[in-house]
């Protein structure tokens, strides 16, 4: 019987949960995402390829939403769990396709348990967060919501991080080829050197890409920028995306693992 949970334990996976409304439901009255397509293929793309068990889901209704987020936080993972958030939004909440919030403090609390408590999560929340730009301009805004957005921070767990597009209060970008937050994240992790960050600097990788690389087009929005913002409650340095057995690695290290300081190869400052 310890044999068979050994072999078990072994084909666990790291997993990656795509949820993407591109298409609300009749009579709600948001807009349609045509980009949302791209980056869920992109992001099923490259997950897949480093070793992710990746399960997409789409325009599913807000409570389809929650019900699907308490199911995956009870299911075995290896090191790493990943979700993608996408879809219109407010400060606070996206919205299922049937136009309802889904509470990113209810979603986030459901991964308090024990079965999730010794692994990474990290949750990507590709969705405005206010009104920040012209409420004419294609972006995934919303309207007004209520519920004070302090408590998606208190319900974050330990060794969770959680990556938003765009900081509190504006707009995040929305193109028909994709989003430029989730896009640049994938192509981020195309590259090895990228893979092999510590979490919490290929985060930085990703908002210096954004925010220095990106620059909106257009009479209405010409110059403007998005900045990504990383709330982070991780204990210890975490590895997910590097290759554990890769020689000269961080070899037999999982994503949970501390660095030791001997292992630490001396580099010098850098925010690229």
């Known amino acids: ?28 009255d948001l807009r349609r995402r045509p980009g949302a397509e791209r980056d869920t293929k992109k992001l099923h793309r490259t997950l897949s390829k480093l070793g992710f068990k990746v399960d997409v889901h789409s325009d599913l ?39 309802e919030p889904v509470w990113l403090s209810r979603i986030f609390s459901y991964f308090d348990n024990e079965s999730m408590e010794k692994k990474v999560k990290l949750f990507l929340i590709q969705a405005c967060r206010g009104n920040g730009l012209d409420p004419g301009v294609e972006v995934d805004s919303a309207g007004d919501t209520s519920e004070c957005s302090f408590s998606q921070y208190q319900s974050v767990p330990i060794d969770t991080a959680v990556m938003y597009a765009t900081v509190s209060g504006y707009g ?11 896009q640049t994240f994938c192509t981020l992790l195309q590259q090895e050197d990228n893979r092999d960050l510590e979490l919490t600097r290929l985060m930085t990788r ?15 929005l010409e110059g403007k920028k ?21 020689e000269g690695g961080a070899t037999g290290l999982s994503a949970m693992s501390l660095l030791d300081s001997e292992n630490v190869r001396a580099r010098k400052p850098s925010i690229s």
């Open 226 to 246: 998005e900045m990504p913002c990383l709330l982070t409650r991780l204990t210890r340095e975490v590895y997910p995306f590097r290759d554990p057995g890769k």
């Open 172 to 182: 995040a970008f929305m193109h028909p080829l994709g989003s430029v937050f989730l």
């Open 61 to 99: 209704s807000s409570e389809e939403i929650y019900e699907l987020f308490l199911k995956e936080s009870r299911r075995p993972v290896k090191d790493c769990f990943l979700a993608v958030l996408s879809s219109h939004g407010e400060d606070g909440c996206v919205l299922g396709a049937d136009g």
């Open 1 to 28: 019987m310890f044999r068979r949970a050994q072999m078990d334990h072994s084909r666990e996976r790291n997993r990656a949960l795509l949820v993407s409304v591109a298409q609300f439901d009749h009579g709600v």
């Open 206 to 220: 990703l908002s210096h890409s954004v925010a220095y690389t990106f620059q909106a087009k257009g009479r209405e």
